[in-house]
């Protein structure tokens, strides 16, 4: 139970990304320059790394405590790569 204080947003967070990302036509909101998508997913991927650091550092594992950051890194790409799948 203590672990879903720090799962809890990760899980919330990655749905409201397949969420969004599910919306065939989002409004454009947010800065009008050049590549400023790709800002706005550093932005959103930077937060889920957050997230996920945060759950992997204070678990209960010894493994996933002391391999966060890889973890982290691995999880994040891994979850960008199938959200480009699920939206084509």
Known sequence: MN??????????YAL???????IPKLPEIGPDFLNA????HIIEYGI???L?????????SQ?????????TCLV???????DEFHQS
């Open 37 to 40: 998508d790709k800002l706005l």
């Open 76 to 82: 994040s790409c891994l979850y960008g790569i199938t």
């Open 63 to 71: 493994f996933l405590m002391g391999n966060f950051l890889i973890l």
């Open 52 to 60: 996920l650091a945060r759950a992997f550092k204070n678990s209960s």
């Open 48 to 50: 889920l790394g957050l």
């Open 16 to 22: 409201f990304i397949f969420i969004l990302s599910s």
């Open 3 to 12: 672990n879903l204080k720090f799962w809890l947003p990760v899980y919330l």
